[in-house]
């Protein structure tokens, strides 16, 4: 089983989430993770809240987490289905992802994006495809 330190390694890869985005992977397990997002001025629409292409990128990176950190094969996204419930009134943004059904070419996730106040920002489901390709980490000493 991968380290945290592997997991976080791999995902670092995903450039856009961590480096542009901020995205920053708290846990993960087989099937499940829980990923935050510090909210900063730069991830405000011009009604002073959350953008939803942010909230839609935590909750998306989240899903890659949580489908293949545990696993051999790489699992890719095939369609979201994300309802904006509230705007968000706290300072940091979380999304946990769940699976909900994982077959043999095919996964299905849900995933809950609260904020730091508990209020119930959006909610995401994620049909995925589970690839023939295998999930690579790089050696660590």
């Given at each position: 089983?991968?380290?945290?330190?592997?997991?976080?390694?791999?995902?670092?890869q995903d450039r856009f989430a961590t480096e542009v985005v901020g995205v920053e992977i708290v846990s993960a397990q087989p099937g499940h993770a829980l990923c935050?997002?510090?909210l900063r001025g730069d991830h405000?629409?011009?009604?002073?809240?959350?953008?939803?292409g942010a909230i839609f990128?935590?909750?998306?990176f989240t899903f890659a987490v949580s489908a293949n950190?545990?696993?051999?094969?790489?699992?890719?996204?095939?369609q979201h289905d994300i309802t904006y419930l509230s705007?968000?009134?706290?300072?940091?943004?979380?999304?946990?992802?769940?699976?909900i059904r994982c077959g043999h070419n095919t996964c299905f996730y849900k995933v809950d994006i609260?904020?730091?106040?508990g209020t119930q920002v959006a909610f995401m489901t994620?049909?995925?495809?589970?690839?023939s390709h295998p999930v690579k980490y790089e050696k660590t000493s």
């Open positions: 089983m991968p380290t945290m330190d592997e997991i976080r390694g791999l995902f670092s935050s997002l510090k405000m629409n011009a009604a002073g809240i959350p953008q939803g990128t935590l909750a998306d950190a545990y696993s051999d094969r790489i699992s890719v996204s095939m705007p968000a009134r706290g300072r940091t943004l979380f999304a946990e992802s769940q699976c609260t904020d730091d106040l994620v049909n995925g495809y589970v690839t």
